[in-house]
């Protein structure tokens, strides 16, 4: 815990931005566009995050360090060239790795959902390329620096301990992220929580799932399969099967497609 304290009073040196960026990246934040995707926050938004803190890859994950598995995921880009294999084998590493490293369980360890992190808070370049996250994880996807902001998960039925919205802006290449990345995130996260919570009220339609089978079956959307869906929610493959059953039944249809243009009738599959 020494270690999470020191890096707690290292972040929180005074740093400034420009106006112009606060008006800029406020703006973003703030504007409506059109309905939000079935999880996350709308691709547009993050996408243009992504223009304002200069980046080659922007993931949206909704965390769940208790089960180990996301329920959601948002990637920009969506398509990193990976195999279904590899991509297995690195969500695999990524929480078999989780604890020990101090980026990535910074938040669950302290609680502290504010601070936007870096890795040379927590390591020397050094200790960072000798830790397993950084072999089996961040490596072979090339992801050299990270820049992560926490949110807390929305009051809900689903909502339990362990679970965060973490927004990742990765460089594969270039300088490290400034302190003026830093500033503008932690000055814009209000803005972004406000965003997705609002993102969050839109979809908060009727429908006849539980929260459980929603986020099931926004994976289903995703176009995961049912292992892949039993190892990011921490369920065997038959409950998996059973919970799609029981989707099938309250939609009343008999496919995964039509399940999921029944509950996401915008959704482009």
């Known amino acids: ?31 409506r566009r059109e309905d939000p995707p079935p999880h996350g926050l709308p691709l547009s938004l993050l996408s243009d995050l992504m223009e304002q803190i200069r980046c080659d890859v922007v993931q949206f994950q909704g965390c769940d360090s208790g089960r180990q598995g996301y329920w959601f995921s948002q990637d920009i880009p969506a398509d990193d060239g990976m195999s279904a294999e590899l991509s297995e084998a690195v969500d695999r590493a990524y929480w078999r790795h989780f604890w020990d490293s101090q980026m990535c369980c910074y938040p669950d360890r302290t609680g502290d959902l504010r601070s936007v992190v870096k890795i040379p808070d927590f390591y020397s ?11 089996e994880v961040c ?10 902001l926490c949110l807390p998960e929305p009051p809900g039925p689903s909502r339990g301990p362990g679970r965060t919205v973490r927004l990742y802006f990765i460089r594969c290449s270039g300088p ?36 459980r089978q929603t986020d099931l079956l ?41 399940a999921v243009l029944r509950a996401f009738p915008d959704r482009v599959l």
């Open 1 to 31: 815990m020494g270690a999470c304290t020191r890096t707690v009073s290292a972040m929180s040196s005074r740093v400034t931005a420009g106006e112009a960026d606060l008006c800029r990246l406020a703006e973003i934040a703030t504007v």
């Open 125 to 135: 370049m050094q200790q960072w390329r000798s830790t397993g996250m950084y072999a």
């Open 139 to 148: 490596r072979p996807q090339g992801h050299r620096h990270h820049l992560q």
């Open 176 to 211: 490290d992220f400034s302190e003026r990345d830093r500033a503008l995130l932690t000055l814009l996260r209000p803005h972004l929580h406000q965003a997705y919570l609002e993102a969050e009220r839109r979809r908060a339609v009727v429908s006849p799932l539980t929260p």
């Open 218 to 258: 926004r994976l289903v959307a995703d176009g995961h399969t049912n292992t892949q869906i039993a190892r990011r929610l921490g369920l065997s493959d038959a409950t998996v099967r059973t919970h799609l059953e029981n989707i099938y039944d309250r939609l009343q249809v008999t496919s995964r497609t039509a």
